[in-house]
């Protein structure tokens, strides 16, 4: 039913690309992160739930169309239709249907549910085509419950030491997810101007989180000490930091699980908190849609592929042209220091 060309996921019966990596008169988008929707469609279809995000990123001229959970419509002779994946606000899962014959497209996914988003539903089908970015078994998430735990704790420590905390999160979805699981009654909390823009996206949509204030609007005479700060990983070791005086960085990632990433973003501390699913959910998911070929991108494609061949599943590796998420405020960092796949969330 999908063909791989020049712009990624081709679907010619319904004639529109999947999250293409260039632009195309119509792109079906899994989610707003930079490598899925790319900017420069004739017109986008997405999740309901995401239409705040991506209408931002997209600009006010773009031509979007969404449709609410599990409402399908037809391209043709294929009947499409958007399931949570459980990654940011708005993220989802394609299935597309074509007399009976079922293909999905996961996008970016994980399957523990967190405040910011609906959570993943699991969509039988017979094609999958799933991402990677964690697939290797040396990923396995602690409970967010705990992390959050690790997160206050740092927070309360510093806030009691008189420094301000630094915490590092990708803009859009991380950013967010960090604001719904911290204590805020330890201190106030601030924002970089990237991260409240989204944030305040998340809020129209109806997603709960505790009061902010950017950074940029505090008067000059604030005491940041015990104060939590919100930012993207592209403002580190920045002008922007000085501001805060003494201050403690910490950086939430599925990547501070390897200890040379740790190293080289030099943070005082990291959490190992990701929005991707790591090597159990995988193979969980794996197993459960009842796909009989399955189509892996996204990062360590060659050891999943491996373990599905190795089990009796078709399974093939896909490249694609962009390899994990871009922040939106660091779309211009190297991302040459990270582990296949990029550094995503």
């Not at 992160?33 to 995401?50: I, K, Q, V």
């Not at 988003?117 to 089908?125: D, R």
């Amino acid at each position: 039913m999908l063909i791989l060309d020049e712009s990624g996921f081709y679907c010619p019966e319904g004639d529109f690309h999947i999250d293409p990596w260039r632009p195309v008169p119509r792109a079906l988008v899994t989610h707003s992160h930079a490598d899925h929707a790319h900017w420069g469609c004739g017109a986008y279809l997405a999740a309901e739930a995401g239409e705040r995000v991506l209408r931002r990123r997209m600009g006010d001229e773009a031509v979007i169309e969404t449709v609410p959970w599990g409402e399908s419509l037809s391209l043709g002779p294929v009947r499409v239709s958007f399931h949570p994946a459980g990654h940011i606000l708005g993220s989802a899962q394609i299935r597309l249907d074509r007399g009976g014959e079922v293909w999905v497209v996961s996008g970016d996914y994980k399957t523990e549910p967190d405040a910011t988003c609906a959570p993943f539903e699991l969509v039988p089908c017979n094609t999958f085509v799933t991402e990677s970015t964690f697939g290797l078994p040396i990923f396995r998430w602690a409970p967010q419950a705990e992390v959050f735990d690790q997160v206050n704790g740092w927070w309360r420590k510093n806030a009691e030491a008189g420094r301000a905390s630094l915490l590092f999160g990708y803009a859009l979805g991380k950013a967010q997810r960090l604001l719904a699981g911290v204590d805020p009654s330890i201190g106030p909390i601030f924002t970089h101007g990237a991260v409240e823009n989204l944030t305040g996206d998340y809020r129209d949509s109806g997603v709960a989180l505790p009061d902010t204030t950017l950074v940029s609007a505090a008067p000059d005479s604030t005491d940041w000490a015990g104060s939590l700060v919100v930012a993207p990983p592209s403002a580190n070791g920045t002008p922007w930091m000085r501001r805060f005086g003494e201050v403690s960085t910490g950086f939430a990632s599925g990547w501070m699980r390897i200890r040379g990433t740790r190293r080289r973003r030099a943070m005082d501390r990291g959490f190992v908190l990701s929005d991707h699913v790591d090597w159990p959910a995988l193979v969980e998911v794996l197993e459960a849609t009842g796909a009989e070929r399955v189509w892996v991108t996204h990062g360590y494609r060659e050891a999943v592929v491996r373990w599905l061949r190795e089990r009796g599943i078709e399974a093939m590796a896909v490249a694609s042209r962009f390899e994990g998420e871009l922040d939106e405020a660091e779309s211009t960092e190297s991302k040459s220091e990270t582990a296949p796949g990029g550094e995503a969330s």
